[in-house]
């Protein structure tokens, strides 16, 4: 396991940036953590690498936002989902099988289907600015 403070969003970005040199084909990058902690400007530093034409957003409301490159990257936001029909209607299987790479958001609620080999990345507030980033699965 990793540990990283990061200062600023865009020291967040960078880090993402560096894990996503490191994704191939499959790969599912489980993200935990609050509201307004990171994770969707993480996402964004992975985007910059694996599909940089990308507008990337939290899917909060849409649940799934596909980035495409290639493997695609495909945003999860599981916060309203409670059970497997629910992940189901995602797609999330589906991207999967198809070998995207995920980035999933709120993976605390879908930890039972996440895959052994998924990188977990925490998120700790350590002030208004700070992040403590914890990165399990693949060194950085």
Request: net charge negative; hydrophobic share 40%.
């Amino acid at each position: 396991m990793d540990a990283f403070i990061t200062h600023s969003e865009q020291e967040t970005e960078a880090l993402g940036s560096r894990l996503a040199q490191q994704c191939t084909a499959g790969t599912v990058v489980a993200f935990f953590g609050g509201l307004g902690m990171g994770k969707t400007a993480f996402v964004r530093g992975m985007a910059r690498v694996l599909s940089p034409s990308a507008h990337v957003s939290s899917p909060t409301f849409a649940l799934v936002n596909d980035y495409g490159g290639t493997p695609p990257l495909v945003h999860f936001d599981m916060y309203r989902i409670t059970g497997w029909e629910d992940l189901e209607v995602t797609g999330f299987f589906d991207y999967q099988q198809q070998g995207a790479i995920l980035a999933v958001e709120w993976s605390e609620n879908v930890e039972a289907a996440l895959p052994e080999d998924a990188v977990r990345i925490t998120f700790r507030r350590l002030s208004e600015t700070e992040r403590e980033i914890t990165v399990e699965g693949v060194a950085l």
